[in-house]
């Protein structure tokens, strides 16, 4: 039932922009707080942006900071990331990542997207 599906990656040239959407259903979407995580091929997932489940707090990586932004619109059910000034070391696949942590209910619940490919190069 729960679902999280990313879209919008694909191939673009150094400099350029994405921005990845990711669609929720088959929970209280409002309610989790929501991250995009990535993973490059022989490396460890690592956390890119997160933001509260109201969207009024964010975070990112040192690596992404000031070029990538991470939004949500709890009415569409959809968390985005906005990617701008894209460099080769950002391609990987990017994961949507729904946490529970901040509830009581959904404490240690994370749910996971299948991931899309982001490819920068020339």
């Known amino acids: 039932q729960v679902q999280l599906v990313e879209s919008g990656g694909g191939l673009v040239q150094p400099g350029g922009s994405l921005r990845l959407s990711c669609a929720a259903s088959g929970f209280t979407f409002r309610l989790y707080a929501m991250n995009w995580y990535r993973q490059a091929p022989g490396k460890e997932r690592e956390l890119v942006a997160g933001i509260t489940s109201t969207g009024g707090s964010t975070n990112y990586a040192d690596s992404v900071k000031g070029r990538f932004t991470i939004s949500r619109d709890n009415l569409k059910n959809t968390v985005y990331l906005q990617m701008n000034s894209l460099k080769p070391e950002d391609t990987a696949v990017y994961y949507c990542?729904?946490?529970?942590?901040?509830?009581?209910?959904?404490?240690?619940?994370?749910?996971w997207g299948q991931g899309t490919q982001v490819t920068v190069s020339s």
């Open positions: 990542n729904a946490n529970g942590d901040t509830t009581w209910f959904a404490r240690g619940i994370n749910y």
